[in-house]
């Protein structure tokens, strides 16, 4: 017959293991001695292994096969309480999982640090991420593919939605240090970028189809993702607009050079926080959604990210030459 070992067997098993003795576990567990011993007894005999040593020991002394058992043991324990948890949160009315979508514009800095306390504020709620370009995050809000999204690009009302700004961001036009643009040393004029070729991402949503922002080079590179467009613009292949968080320890190394080009549309990039009308925010989304906001809303503008990059760059230069 299979071993079935019961909660209060593995308990025991643990109590005796972490306190060194029946006398301290049964004092722990408020129970007696006897009845410790007699429970350890009836595991090994179910399991058909000796936990512990008896003879000869003052202090009963876990076997290699307890050892072992006691891995077990613990993992059992441990997914049992996990489950009361849960189930606890899910009479309170807690998700079981919370789906997020998240525009590439967020900061990920602010992604990390929120996130992190997210795991530690509700720790049996499953979490469901997805981090995309463009209008990414808005369809799948529209298309119940995720239950809250954070980020831009609203290009159109939808009274089915609940849209909420939580924050900014914003994007620069940025080249490699040894970029032709950068070479020209000096603010650039439409002319100057029209024959340079621009890195572009394509909105895999279809919500901008046949729309382009801030492309005005003639000479264009479309490429699925910032995380490519970073990459080539870094190796000197192309100039284009980044998130400034992305860029900013680039920009503080020097290498990667803030183009100054009045013909750029910079500015802050509004972030929202949205979800279904029909569908309300429970406990853990709504905590989320409001952790966003608190971080995003300290995000500095175009004119103050710009003055740190060329006080910190300037920094650097004065202590290279010192």
């Not at 040593?53 to 059992?76: C, F, S, W, Y």
Request: charged share 20%.
């Amino acid at each position: 017959m299979d071993a079935n070992p019961t909660l209060d067997q593995l308990q025991v098993f643990l109590a005796v293991a972490e306190t060194g003795s029946f006398s301290a576990a049964s004092r722990a567990l408020n129970r007696a001695q006897s009845v410790v011993s007699y429970t350890i007894a009836n595991l090994e005999a179910q399991l058909e292994v000796t936990l512990f040593e008896r003879n000869g020991v003052r202090q009963p002394k876990l076997t290699d096969e307890g050892a072992a058992m006691l891995e077990h043991a613990r993992r059992i324990v441990a997914g049992l309480q996990d489950m009361r948890a849960r189930a606890k949160g899910l009479r309170q009315g807690l998700e079981a999982e919370v789906s997020l979508a998240i525009s590439t514009m967020v900061p990920a800095e602010a992604v990390v640090n929120v996130l992190r306390d997210f795991r530690v504020e509700f720790p049996t709620v499953g979490l469901n991420l997805n981090v995309g370009e463009l209008g990414m995050v808005m369809e799948m809000v529209l298309n119940r593919k995720t239950g809250i999204g954070i980020g831009g690009a609203m290009f159109h009302q939808d009274d089915g939605l609940v849209i909420e700004r939580i924050g900014h961001s914003f994007m620069v036009p940025v080249a490699a240090v040894d970029h032709p643009l950068v070479l020209l040393n000096r603010p650039l004029t439409l002319a100057d970028v029209r024959e340079e070729v621009q890195l572009v991402v394509t909105d895999t949503s279809g919500l901008t189809k046949g729309r382009d922002f801030n492309v005005l080079s003639y000479k264009k590179w479309r490429v699925s993702d910032i995380a490519t467009k970073y990459q080539l613009i870094k190796g000197g292949l192309g100039w284009g607009g980044l998130p400034a968080s992305l860029v900013r320890n680039d920009i503080i190394t020097g290498d990667l050079k803030v183009l100054e080009l009045d013909a750029y549309e910079g500015g802050e990039y509004p972030l929202y926080a949205l979800r279904k009308a029909d569908t309300p925010a429970g406990p853990a989304a709504k905590w989320l959604m409001d952790a966003f906001q608190h971080r995003l809303s300290q995000c500095p503008n175009t004119k103050s990210f710009l003055e740190a990059m060329t006080s910190m760059t300037a920094d650097g230069v004065r202590d290279a030459a010192e």
